[in-house]
């Protein structure tokens, strides 16, 4: 009887789990966070850690966190920056090689990290995986399953409002995702820069995705890694058109436009500036009507300030974007209708007149974009 000679080592078919942290942005999360947390922590895929990064919140819900779950750590930011600074500070602190962000009032489901991690694997390893975000209450209602940038530097999410039972589970490459949920790529997401702390709050994710598609980072959304996301409860900022009688509230207007003129003057290059000119100029007069009509039409001019202000950072993220970018802004940018927070439009007139000012900019955007850069 002779001994079985020893196999030559394989491919598998089973991987080892890839080192996963979890980064939560909280600020006065109340029982959201720990909503938050407890999902986590009932789902199946093994994490490395668990890290509540706090924006100094006047609330008792990091207390609770420790006291409750003893496996998460906070990591008090000392201050309130804002969302994208404490992104950042939670994507260095951590330590796996894949970080899941998350806001304070997201909730995975059982197997969405895991279905997250092997759509890392099936799609050549992405930099960003996200998922197909749920809105709660409106469990039907999809929010986004990624993203893409319109011609006007606006953030248009994919699938929004549509009802889940019309959509396939098909995964997709897409051009950028909304920050509520993003598993990124720790490594590669310092590289490229992870978030630009210049935009705090509004319009950071719509920055982080341009920023990482223009340097040849991919994104992926994977549909069956699903998340609910509750309804922003950000005093003085929050506004949920249709669902309520509410304000759109200056300050969120205010940064929602002088973060869209960063993007404007950052990221796109000269020549693309030049030929959407004419639909750049017509939107801001559109943006300073709308701001006026509003009631808060200061705010656009406070926008255009903090810009003139941050003149020698912003031309200093131009220079080392414009050097560093390997794809084209007709690679990137979209057309379509103008992409306003559902709601935003109450009034029927000025909702016919933003429809017919979208088909004239869309006209414009058929013959030009050719000829962008």
């Known amino acids: ?6 196999q030559p080592d394989g491919p598998t078919t089973e991987r080892e789990p890839m080192r996963v942290s979890v980064a ?16 986590l922590v009932n789902q199946p895929y093994p994490l490395v ?10 609330d008792d819900a990091p207390q609770r966190v420790k006291e409750r779950f003893p496996q998460a750590t906070i990591h008090d930011m000392g201050g309130n920056p804002g969302p994208a600074p404490a992104r950042a500070a939670g994507i260095r602190a951590a330590t796996g090689e894949l970080v899941l962000l998350l806001d304070n009032d997201v909730y995975v489901e059982e197997h969405t990290i ?27 209602l999809v929010q986004a399953e990624g993203a893409d940038t319109h011609f006007l530097t606006m953030m248009v999410l994919r699938h929004a409002f549509a009802e889940t039972n019309t959509l396939t589970d098909e995964p997709a490459e897409v051009n950028g995702a909304i920050s509520a949920c993003l598993l990124v790529h720790r490594e590669r997401t310092l590289q490229a820069g992870s978030f630009d702390e210049l935009f ?79 639909v750049l100029l017509l939107y801001e007069f559109a943006s300073l ?14 926008a255009w300030g903090f810009v003139w202000s941050n003149r020698k950072a912003i031309a200093e993220r131009r220079r080392r974007m414009q050097t560093e970018r390997v794809l084209s802004d007709r690679d990137l940018l979209i057309g ?38």
Request: charged share 20%; proline share 5%.
């Open 336 to 373: 379509g209708p103008i992409p306003l927070t559902p709601g935003f439009m109450k009034n029927k007139l000025a909702g016919a007149m933003i429809t017919a000012l979208s088909g004239v900019m869309n006209g414009y955007w058929f013959l030009a974009r050719r000829a962008i850069a």
């Open 49 to 58: 850690e668990i890290i509540v990064v706090d924006n100094q919140s006047t």
């Open 200 to 278: 705090s709050i509004y319009q950071e994710d719509l920055e982080f995705s341009i920023r990482l598609r223009l340097l040849g980072h991919r994104f992926v959304c994977e549909p069956k890694a699903v998340v609910h996301h509750d309804r922003g409860t950000l005093v003085g900022q929050t506004f949920r058109g249709d669902r309520e009688k509410s304000k759109y509230p200056a300050r969120r207007g205010y940064l929602v436009m002088r973060h869209r003129l960063l993007c404007v003057f950052i990221h796109n290059r000269l020549r693309t500036l030049l030929v959407l000119s004419p």
């Open 24 to 39: 939560i942005v909280n600020y006065n999360g109340g029982d959201r966070l720990l909503n938050t947390v407890e999902a």
């Open 114 to 140: 895991g279905n997250l991690v092997e759509a890392y694997h099936e799609h050549g390893e992405p930099t960003v995986v996200c998922p197909r975000v749920r809105l709660v209450p409106e469990t039907h």
């Open 1 to 6: 009887m002779t001994d079985t000679p020893a």
């Open 289 to 302: 009507g709308i701001a006026m009509l509003r009631g808060f039409g200061w705010q656009y001019f406070r």
